[in-house]
T-cell receptor, first 112, second 111 residues
């Protein structure tokens, strides 16, 4: 099935550094979502974006809905060890189904 | 806060057994979903439901069925479990079909 192109696949950073990841699609989306998944757990919703150009923050996290509606970015500022996990983007298109299209995930490791 | 719960965190079943995975949400959402997650394959949609007694096939419905008798509960059924159904199963619910809230997952092993 269709997948989003999420990059980078993995990141290994020092505590305190900022992190950026992004997702791109060949299709237009009406909603972009960012999730975080810890090992053995379900994905937890971090940020939902509904409008092209929208910039939304949740604590140290900031996400943007690309102006073309085909991409989205997630930034994490001043990373801490508990930021470790897999981050997924997901997009929802104009169809009236509930199908989300997921990125492959970005694995983040933070060195204390 | 949205709460989605799944009946078991870990389950071990034998090949050929009938397996029931239960999911309950407490936010009065009409939409509920079942996914499986496998390394390298990501999240794949099995079935979803927009209302009580209503179901739609997702991308990989073969070998599975679902039941939605009450709005808050969505069950996934493996009619005859096989080893290739060993996976992490995730339930989700949604108010508007786009923003989905996931449960903690059930790690199913079929031996």
């Amino acid at each position: 099935g269709q997948q989003l192109n999420q990059s980078p696949q993995s990141m290994f950073i020092q505590e305190g550094e900022d992190v950026s990841m992004n997702c791109t699609s060949s299709s237009i989306f009406n909603t972009w979502l960012w999730y975080k998944q810890d090992p053995g757990e379900g994905p937890v919703l971090l940020i939902a974006l509904y409008k092209a150009g929208e910039l939304t923050s949740n604590g140290r996290l900031t996400a943007q809905f690309g102006i073309t509606r085909k991409d989205s970015f997630l930034n994490i500022s001043a990373s801490i060890p508990s930021d470790v996990g897999i981050y997924f983007c997901a997009g929802h298109g104009s169809s009236n189904t509930g199908k989300l299209i997921f990125g492959q995930g970005t694995t983040l490791q933070v060195k204390p | 806060d949205v709460k989605v719960t799944q009946s078991s965190r870990y389950l071990v079943k034998r090949t050929g057994e009938k397996v029931f995975l239960e999911c309950v949400q407490d936010m009065d959402h009409e939409n509920m979903f079942w996914y499986r997650q496998d390394p390298g394959l990501g999240l794949r949609l099995i079935y979803f439901s927009y209302d009580v007694k209503m179901k739609e096939k997702g991308d990989i419905p073969e070998g599975y069925s679902v039941s939605r008798e009450k709005k808050e509960r969505f069950s996934l059924i493996l009619e005859s479990a096989s080893t290739n159904q060993t996976s992490m199963y995730l339930c989700a619910s949604s108010f508007d079909r786009s923003v989905q809230y996931f449960g903690p997952g059930t790690r199913l092993t079929v031996t």
